[in-house]
Structures are given as structure tokens and as C-alpha cells.
């Protein structure tokens, strides 16, 4: 079993940067591929960014290739998503999941645990 914390969001002037991190507890962390998703009020929550066990294969939204990038570190236990570029249409909240499968996948119902999110705000 994985429990996951997102942390790192806050408010940020559009241009802006912010990393965010998601801590992973349990002895099997490295197994996961792990994504993370965004949900916006009023909107379905989305697909962001994954990166496989090994950090070795990394896939984006279109909305936010180029200017996010997702990363990992193993031994720490922990995933990154550094954002860049940053526009009022970023604002969401920000879950980090953990999927069992080789690569990770774009579709929230194929992950098996989730953080608590973290809130995200770009003012214009």
C-alpha cells in the first residue's frame, strides 16, 4: 500500500513558477508509475503529467508540454512536478497518484491511490 501528501502549491502571479511535491510512504514507491491530475471547480478532474518507475519515460498533457516537467527520486520517495510559465488557467487542484502498471496512464479511474491535493491559484 502507498500513501501519498502533495505539497507546494500556493499563489503565484501568472509567469510565475512553483514545484510541487507528493511524498510517498510504504517500501514499494519504486513499483508505481505515478501521475499527477488537476481538477478545477466545476470541471472533471484531468491528466497532467506521468513518469514511469524508473523516471525513464515521462508523458504530459498537451495543455502543459514544455512548460512542466514531472520528475522522481526513488530513494527519497518522493515525485516532482515543476511548473513554469505559469497562466490563470493552471488554477486547479493538484493530486499526485500511484498507478501499478509499467507506464503510467492518462485516465484517473487506472490509479490505485491517491494524495489529498494540493490548491494550485494563478492570478492574472
Known amino acids: 500500500q502507498v500513501q501519498l501528501a502533495e505539497s507546494g502549491g500556493g499563489l503565484v502571479q501568472a509567469g510565475g513558477s512553483l514545484r510541487l511535491s507528493c511524498a510517498a510512504s510504504?517500501?514499494?514507491?519504486?513499483?508505481?508509475?505515478m501521475g499527477w491530475f488537476r481538477q478545477a471547480p466545476g470541471k472533471e478532474r484531468e491528466f497532467v503529467a506521468g513518469?514511469?518507475?524508473?523516471?525513464?519515460?515521462?508523458n504530459y498533457a498537451a495543455s502543459v508540454k514544455d512548460r512542466f516537467t514531472v520528475s522522481r527520486d526513488n530513494a527519497a520517495k518522493t515525485v516532482y512536478l515543476q511548473m513554469a510559465s505559469l497562466t490563470p488557467e493552471d488554477t486547479a487542484v493538484y493530486y499526485c497518484?500511484?498507478?501499478?502498471?509499467?507506464?503510467?496512464?492518462?485516465?484517473?479511474?487506472?490509479?490505485?491511490?491517491w494524495g489529498q491535493g494540493t490548491q494550485v491559484t494563478v492570478s492574472s
Open positions: 497518484a500511484a498507478d501499478s502498471s509499467i507506464f503510467p496512464r492518462r485516465t484517473p479511474s487506472a490509479y490505485d491511490y
Open positions: 510504504g517500501r514499494t514507491f519504486s513499483r508505481y508509475s
Open positions: 513518469i514511469n518507475w524508473s523516471g525513464g519515460v515521462q
